[in-house]
């Protein structure tokens, strides 16, 4: 099993440009997650999805969009990058059912600067 | 390099010391809280967990105990290890599918 496996690993963009940032996990997990992590604030929840055809937003939702079509895939859309979108991306995952039983693991994460 | 963790707490030990991370949490209604160590370069990593009918876990070389009563939780880690130095995230867990990061310690381990 190769887990979680996020890519690109770095991506430099100037503002403005799209972008998409590709998750997938080849455990079978029904729930699936993004977070951003910046200096000082731990990780912060943007997008989650607790199976295929349904999402929601997280904490930080706003500049991003996620679908999610099939169970393995969960990619992370920027529409037109800012800089405050600077920032490390980790994808995570974890098995449906009883929440509390069930921690969730996270990919090696996308460094992506915005000039 | 890394740039994430620039403004963290840091714990310093001594190999072979016991390690003692301290986290608050925020909402009385968690119910799951989770340790994560994250390694350079790498994602959280799962450490230990604990639901909130418990007041202590443990694992191999690592302890954690829930007081919810000041809502706070602590990772303990005896003989540390150089291999042991990393950021220690805890994260919270409300009765929702979202989980609650911490802003993490950085764990130092001199020989």
């Known amino acids: 099993n190769a887990g979680v496996t996020q890519t690109p690993k770095f991506q430099v963009l100037k503002t403005g440009q799209s972008m998409t940032l590709q998750c997938a996990q080849d455990?079978?997990?029904?729930?699936m997650s993004w977070y951003r992590q910046d200096p000082g604030m731990g990780l912060r929840l943007i997008h989650y999805?607790?199976?295929?055809?349904?999402?929601d937003q997280g904490e930080v939702p706003n500049g991003y969009n996620v679908s999610r079509s099939t169970t393995e895939d969960f990619p992370l859309r920027l529409l037109s990058a800012a800089p405050s979108q600077t920032s490390v991306y980790f994808c995570?995952?974890?098995?449906?059912?009883?929440?509390?039983?069930?921690?969730?693991?996270f990919g090696d994460g996308t460094r992506l600067s915005i000039l | 390099g890394e740039s994430v963790g620039l403004h963290l707490p840091t714990l310093s030990v001594q190999e072979g010391d016991n390690s003692i991370i301290n986290c608050a949490y925020s909402n009385s209604a968690s119910d799951y809280f989770i340790w994560y160590k994250q390694e350079s370069g790498k994602g959280p990593q799962f450490i230990i967990d604990i639901r909130s009918n418990m007041d202590k876990r443990q694992g191999q070389r690592v302890t954690v105990l829930l007081n919810k009563t000041v809502k706070h939780l602590s990772l303990q880690i005896a003989a540390t290890q150089p291999g042991d130095s990393a950021v220690y995230f805890c994260a919270e867990n409300p009765p929702a599918d979202k989980l609650i990061f911490g802003t993490g310690t950085r764990l130092q381990v001199f020989p």
């Open positions: 999805s607790v199976g295929a055809g349904i999402t």
């Open positions: 995570a995952s974890r098995r449906s059912g009883d929440r509390k039983n069930q921690p969730q693991h």
């Open positions: 455990m079978n997990h029904e729930y």
